[in-house]
T-cell receptor, first 109, second 113 residues
Framework: RKEVEQDPGPFNVPEGATVAFNCTYS??????FFWYRQDCRKEPKLLMS???SGNEDGRFTAQLNRASQYISLLIRDSKLSDSATYLC??????????FGKGTRLHILP | DAGVTQSPTHLIKTRGQHVTLRCSPI?????VSWYQQVLGQGPQFIFQ???????GRGNFPDRFSARQFPNYSSELNVNALLLGDSALYLC????????????FGPGTRLTVL
């Protein structure tokens, strides 16, 4: 089993729709969690950190479920500019950080 | 404020050669991490350096080495290049350890022929 797993997609979603991604992780001792966004041929950029209590930033909501070892990202009222690859990132706590392969999202006009 | 800078932006080498990639972190950041990203995959963690010491290492062979200088800039060295080393090499800086937000540079695209 991979340490961090994501559905690679692509998710083809009409503009204005709501879309959700999940990411599972295998190491129960993992300490911190993030969602990064990567545009084509660009560097990854932090979208948001993920906390057990859940956190929201505008149209984006992230959740952590430690019992089931997954994190989620919900995007509401999707925009064309949301088209990108979304990377799930897990800090294992042993000075190693693991990126998922990413989920590709295409927002359709 | 200047972000993370990397040099060179592109590089072409042949098998067996050696390469050095450079990274300058955001001013005030003490940690630099290196990642390898091949097409269609997420970045793979290679090293983290914090306060000039190696703090973490991913599953890469000893051909990969790095160091951090007193000004917190860093070099990644790869010896005996293989075709499979062709990738985008990303550097990220953070104030502290890997629990802190990492800010990525634009990367160096290495092609090994």
């Amino acid at each position: 089993r991979k340490e961090v797993e994501q559905d690679p997609g692509p998710f083809n979603v009409p503009e204005g729709a709501t879309v959700a991604f999940n990411c599972t992780y295998s190491n129960s001792a993992s300490q911190s969690f993030f969602w990064y966004r990567q545009d084509c041929r660009k560097e990854p950029k932090l979208l948001m950190s993920v906390y057990s209590s859940g956190n929201e930033d505008g149209r984006f909501t992230a959740q952590l479920n430690r019992a089931s070892q997954y994190i989620s990202l919900l995007i509401r009222d999707s925009k064309l500019s949301d088209s990108a690859t979304y990377l799930c990132v897990v800090n294992r706590g042993d000075d190693k950080i693991i990126f998922g392969k990413g989920t590709r999202l295409h927002i359709l006009p | 404020d200047a972000g993370v800078t990397q040099s060179p932006t592109h590089l072409i080498k042949t098998r067996g050669q050696h390469v050095t990639l450079r990274c300058s972190p955001i001013s005030g950041h003490k940690s630099v991490s290196w990642y390898q990203q091949v097409l269609g995959q997420g970045p793979q963690f290679i090293f983290q350096y914090y306060e000039k010491e190696e703090r973490g290492r991913g599953n890469f062979p000893d051909r990969f080495s790095a160091r951090q200088f007193p000004n917190y800039s860093s070099e990644l060295n790869v010896n005996a290049l293989l075709l499979g080393d062709s990738a985008l090499y990303l550097c990220a800086s953070s104030y502290g350890t890997l629990t802190d937000t990492q800010y990525f540079g634009p990367g160096t695209r290495l092609t090994v022929l």
